[in-house]
């Protein structure tokens, strides 16, 4: 029996699944999930008409409290050009890593990092200014190979760094990025995960360390790690 790794879904910078064979051939890890950039502006509840106060991403409106939200939704890289000087609030997601590869029933590949979290509110743009919005892609997963790290996603001169490859069968240890790729390990093996590099790099937004495979008579791997949490798995990450 044997299974590819599952693949993360499109526009949440979710990592890519391990890989897992019964026999000697290698199964590829599942593809990283691509990421998101989302921008909203706020306006004014008299003013009961959805107008867009900037063009780029797709449109939509919804209200909380006492304020209309314009959001701008980038599925893929573009531009944001307001209209008039405003002050936006943008979450920006970046791509997450793949899974790594499984050759055997032993040693099983790992999950990938999800991409690294960035919220900022109340930023400053200027009228007429376009400014590039870049969506990272997810992390590739290959066969025989540690996964993939997904890449960056950018706004407004903010990054979220792409998650950490997860471990294949062949090589134990995550990769790190925005949230660090899961660890593979053999019989007896215990390995740590990728590093969760995206606020000790970039001095904001979330990211966590892969989990830890576990050493028992088969290797337990470890997750990616989350935005909101470390990736699971045996002991902790270091």
């Known amino acids: ?29 599942g593809k990283g999930g691509s990421g998101i950039v989302i921008v909203r502006v706020p306006q004014n509840l008299k003013n009961t008409l959805n107008i ?15 304020i209309n939200y314009c959001v701008h939704t980038f599925l893929d890289s573009g531009s944001f050009i307001p209209e008039s000087s405003l002050q936006v609030d943008y979450l920006i997601v970046a791509g997450g890593g ?3 590869s499984g050759g055997n029933l032993d040693n099983e590949g790992a999950g990938g990092g999800a991409g690294g979290l960035v919220f900022i509110s ?10 590039t919005i870049t969506v990272g892609a997810g992390g590739s997963g290959n066969a025989g190979t540690r996964g993939g790290n997904g890449t960056n996603s ?37 390995t740590n995960g ?5 606020n000790s790099q970039q001095g904001y937004g979330q ?6 495979s576990q050493a028992i008579d088969y290797g337990v791997n470890g997750g990616g790690g989350g935005a909101s949490q470390a990736g699971a798995g045996y002991g902790s990450q270091d």
């Open 98 to 100: 793949s899974g790594g």
């Open 122 to 131: 109340g930023h400053p743009v200027t009228d007429g200014s376009p400014y």
């Open 154 to 190: 950018s706004a407004f001169t903010f990054v979220g760094m792409g998650g950490g490859g997860g471990a294949s069968y062949n090589d134990g240890h995550g990769f790190s990025g925005g949230n660090g790729g899961g660890a593979s390990g053999g019989p007896g093996t215990s």
């Open 207 to 212: 990211g966590n360390p892969g989990g830890k």
């Open 52 to 66: 867009p106060k900037a063009t780029g991403g797709i449109i939509s409106y919804y209200t909380l409290g006492n």
């Open 194 to 198: 990728g590093l969760g590099l995206q």
């Open 1 to 29: 029996d044997a299974n590819h790794g599952g693949n993360g879904k499109a526009n949440t910078g979710g990592g890519g699944g391990g890989s897992y064979s019964t026999h000697t051939d290698a199964y590829r890890g």
